[in-house]
């Protein structure tokens, strides 16, 4: 590990570490290789229930993939603020076999009825507020994600299809014990409008109205009845009589939505080759849009690989270049990623070496950059993006015997989607991820504009990493909205240039610097209601050392300390011996274990 603390003068004087990085291979170029079988797989996942039925899947002789659908099926039991049924997913799947990496694309998908101003209130023309449009009808996308795990399971399943729900199945009947997690944000969104909906209501309040406790024993029998439904038919949310009631609830009070059972069944998942390029002398891959976490991680590490970040190490020097970097990747991103089915997304021109060799050259070691802008890596006008943040999500990993390769990040967007249940699971509220704007304030269309059929952007990142000869590495990310990326990037810069182990990247402090401002943890600050609801009295302190905030501070940076930087990232490692090692964020409730 490497700890170069640096002082505001040492940094003001210049960073000398950081003017001759080595010089970048100009013909480097993604290589994925075959990798030896570990033997043995491994589970993260954020939830010790969803990790116990991904590995006993494995156990069984599934796949990683098999193995994934359990782990989905569970965490929408067990976690059901986060992500579920209802909801949609990006995948990346390492085949060892073929030395093939995949991305596949669950996101949900935007009804034909949908419009550009339907997130705008009527008199002013300005977004409604925020449990308007979370809550509404309007929110809800047509949802993505067990059907992607089908397409999936198509690809790589060992197992019938069906055959590993059989466990979640169970707990939803037997019922499970409310985590400390699930528990607090019962409470912390209970003053708003999760009573609403008659179905929220009796699920996720007791008899006399309160929140669920921690502890409480819950069981979900609608819920198992809808997993035996997706076990006959995996697309029984897109079809039937489970997908009426759907459209029925989308069509309630207030702001009814347009979703209709053509939408449903117009809906498919799609399968490209995932997005991968070279940071050094390794390779990343991550989703394709409409996830924009591939092309701003990449955009990130892109950047830095014109600096010495190994010399600069986790420091003030390490964390202002992280920074700065982040600040120039958002720009792009929130500029120009969207559904590529509507918009061109210049990808190739935003991950090019040269381009981001420029975009470094804005960065000075001793000062901010004063005016963050996209830049113009291809000619392209877009509107200038405002798309609000709702930090959610999931994000599970697995490696099966063979050393076939899942990172998976799964939503159904903010806290408790929609709020709105059906058939024991919760509906999504993704559509809010669209822009609510069409047009920006000089007229331009923007990008993540919403669209009939279109896809929402999303911040999700799953990502696997490839070493020096192509061969698995270790995977990667997180939950946390459009945090995700900078949750994400730092893990790779800690593993890769700081020589962390996975645990120790994890637990890095999070730094995220998006829009002008540069939010983190930081060293002896407590959010009381953060610590106690979302992460448990008691929980670990993260953060930087004061010191290090104070020199970046002294540079420019207009720095937000914050105690409630959740991250729930998850990681799987390949040591030299084949092994497995993995880490969970003890910032949530994760666990990485082996069959």
Same mark, same amino acid.
């Given at each position: 590990?490497?700890?170069?603390?640096?002082?505001?003068?040492?940094?003001?004087?210049?960073?000398?570490?950081?003017?001759?990085?080595?010089?970048?291979?100009?013909?480097?170029?993604?290589?994925?290789?075959?990798?030896?079988?570990?033997?043995?797989?491994?589970?993260?996942?954020?939830?010790?229930?969803?990790?116990?039925?991904?590995?006993?899947?494995?156990?069984?002789?599934?796949?990683?993939?098999?193995?994934?659908?359990?782990?989905?099926?569970?965490?929408?039991?067990?976690?059901?603020?986060?992500?579920?049924?209802?909801?949609?997913?990006?995948?990346?799947?390492?085949?060892?076999?073929?030395?093939?990496?995949?991305?596949?694309?669950?996101?949900?998908?935007?009804?034909?009825?949908?419009?550009?101003?339907?997130?705008?209130?009527?008199?002013?023309?300005?977004?409604?507020?925020?449990?308007?449009?979370?809550?509404?009808?309007?929110?809800?996308?047509?949802?993505?994600?067990?059907?992607?795990?089908?397409?999936?399971?198509?690809?790589?399943?060992?197992?019938?299809?069906?055959?590993?729900?059989?466990?979640?199945?169970?707990?939803?009947?037997?019922?499970?014990?409310?985590?400390?997690?699930?528990?607090?944000?019962?409470?912390?969104?209970?003053?708003?409008?999760?009573?609403?909906?008659?179905?929220?209501?009796?699920?996720?309040?007791?008899?006399?109205?309160?929140?669920?406790?921690?502890?409480?024993?819950?069981?979900?029998?609608?819920?198992?009845?809808?997993?035996?439904?997706?076990?006959?038919?995996?697309?029984?949310?897109?079809?039937?009589?489970?997908?009426?009631?759907? /459209? %029925?609830? !989308?069509? $309630?009070?207030?702001?009814? &939505?347009? =979703?209709?059972?053509? @939408?449903?069944?117009?809906?498919? #998942?799609?399968?490209?080759?995932?997005?991968?390029?070279?940071?050094?002398?390794?390779?990343?891959?991550?989703?394709?849009?409409?996830?924009?976490?591939?092309?701003?991680?990449?955009?990130?590490?892109?950047?830095?690989?014109?600096?010495?970040?190994?010399?600069?190490?986790?420091?003030?020097?390490?964390?202002?270049?992280?920074?700065?970097?982040?600040?120039?990747?958002?720009?792009?991103?929130?500029?120009?990623?969207?559904?590529?089915?509507?918009?061109?997304?210049?990808?190739?021109?935003?991950?090019?070496?040269?381009?981001?060799?420029?975009?470094?050259?804005?960065?000075?070691?001793?000062?901010? /950059? %004063?005016? !963050?802008? $996209?830049?113009?890596?291809? &000619?392209? =006008?877009?509107?200038? @993006?405002?798309?609000?943040?709702? #930090?959610?999500?999931?994000?599970?990993?697995?490696?099966?015997?063979?050393?076939?390769?899942?990172?998976?990040?799964?939503?159904?967007?903010?806290?408790?989607?929609?709020?709105?249940?059906?058939?024991?699971?919760?509906?999504?509220?993704?559509?809010?991820?669209?822009?609510?704007?069409?047009?920006?304030?000089?007229?331009?269309?923007?990008?993540?504009?919403?669209?009939?059929?279109?896809?929402?952007?999303?911040?999700?990142?799953?990502?696997?990493?490839?070493?020096?000869?192509?061969?698995?590495?270790?995977?990667?990310?997180?939950?946390?909205?459009?945090?995700?990326?900078?949750?994400?990037?730092?893990?790779?810069?800690?593993?890769?240039?700081?020589?962390?182990?996975?645990?120790?990247?994890?637990?890095?402090?999070?730094?995220?610097?998006?829009?002008?401002?540069?939010?983190?943890?930081?060293?002896?600050?407590?959010?009381?209601?953060?610590?106690?609801?979302?992460?448990?009295?008691?929980?670990?302190?993260?953060?930087?050392?004061?010191?290090?905030?104070?020199?970046?501070?002294?540079?420019?940076?207009?720095?937000?300390?914050?105690?409630?930087?959740?991250?729930?990232?998850?990681?799987?490692?390949?040591?030299?011996?084949?092994?497995?090692?993995?880490?969970?964020?003890?910032?949530?409730?994760?666990?990485?274990?082996?069959?």
């Amino acid at each position: 590990m490497k700890y170069l603390f640096l002082t505001t003068a040492i940094l003001l004087a210049g960073c000398k570490g950081v003017e001759s990085p080595p010089a970048a291979d100009d013909s480097a170029a993604p290589k994925i290789a075959a990798t030896p079988a570990p033997k043995t797989g491994m589970v993260a996942a954020a939830n010790p229930l969803a990790t116990q039925a991904g590995l006993k899947v494995l156990r069984d002789g599934g796949s990683a993939v098999d193995a994934a659908i359990a782990v989905q099926a569970t965490l929408g039991l067990v976690e059901p603020q986060s992500s579920g049924l209802g909801g949609g997913a990006f995948m990346v799947v390492y085949d060892p076999k073929a030395a093939k990496v995949w991305a596949y694309d669950g996101r949900e998908e935007a009804p034909s009825g949908a419009a550009a101003e339907m997130f705008l209130d009527a008199e002013t023309g300005r977004p409604r507020s925020y449990f308007q449009r979370t809550g509404s009808g309007q929110a809800t996308g047509t949802p993505g994600a067990i059907v992607m795990l089908h397409m999936a399971h198509q690809d790589y399943g060992n197992l019938d299809w069906g055959a590993q729900l059989a466990g979640s199945i169970k707990l939803a009947e037997e019922g499970f014990r409310v985590s400390p997690r699930m528990a607090g944000m019962v409470t912390r969104m209970a003053p708003y409008i999760l009573k609403n909906d008659p179905e929220a209501r009796a699920y996720f309040f007791t008899d006399d109205g309160e929140p669920l406790p921690e502890g409480f024993l819950r069981d979900n029998q609608p819920y198992a009845d809808t997993l035996r439904a997706i076990a006959e038919n995996p697309r029984a949310l897109l079809e039937g009589d489970i997908a009426r009631d759907i /459209i %029925a609830k !989308v069509a $309630a009070e207030p702001f009814p &939505g347009t =979703l209709t059972l053509a @939408d449903m069944a117009a809906y498919q #998942p799609r399968k490209t080759e995932a997005l991968c390029t070279p940071y050094r002398a390794h390779t990343v891959c991550g989703a394709q849009p409409p996830a924009s976490g591939g092309i701003a991680v990449q955009s990130i590490l892109g950047t830095l690989e014109n600096f010495d970040m190994s010399a600069a190490g986790n420091s003030a020097e390490g964390w202002h270049l992280f920074a700065e970097a982040s600040f120039l990747a958002y720009a792009d991103r929130d500029k120009y990623v969207a559904d590529t089915n509507f918009v061109e997304v210049p990808v190739a021109a935003m991950l090019d070496k040269a381009y981001l060799k420029s975009r470094a050259d804005l960065i000075r070691p001793n000062a901010v /950059i %004063a005016d !963050v802008k $996209a830049g113009d890596p291809a &000619g392209f =006008l877009q509107g200038q @993006d405002a798309t609000p943040d709702t #930090p959610g999500t999931s994000h599970f990993t697995i490696v099966d015997k063979d050393g076939l390769t899942v990172s998976m990040t799964t939503t159904i967007e903010g806290p408790f989607g929609s709020q709105r249940m059906v058939r024991g699971f919760l509906l999504n509220n993704e559509l809010t991820d669209f822009s609510a704007y069409e047009k920006d304030s000089d007229g331009v269309l923007i990008a993540n504009r919403v669209a009939p059929r279109k896809r929402p952007r999303s911040s999700m990142s799953p990502a696997i990493v490839f070493d020096r000869d192509g061969e698995f590495l270790f995977t990667t990310g997180s939950p946390g909205g459009n945090s995700i990326i900078a949750y994400t990037a730092k893990t790779i810069v800690g593993i890769l240039d700081w020589d962390l182990s996975p645990q120790e990247a994890i637990e890095l402090p999070n730094v995220i610097a998006r829009n002008g401002t540069l939010r983190m943890e930081a060293q002896n600050l407590r959010d009381a209601e953060t610590d106690e609801l979302d992460r448990g009295a008691g929980a670990k302190e993260f953060g930087l050392a004061e010191d290090i905030v104070s020199a970046l501070e002294g540079l420019g940076h207009k720095v937000r300390r914050s105690g409630g930087e959740t991250s729930g990232l998850h990681i799987i490692y390949r040591q030299a011996d084949g092994s497995l090692i993995g880490g969970a964020d003890p910032r949530r409730e994760g666990t990485a274990e082996k069959p």
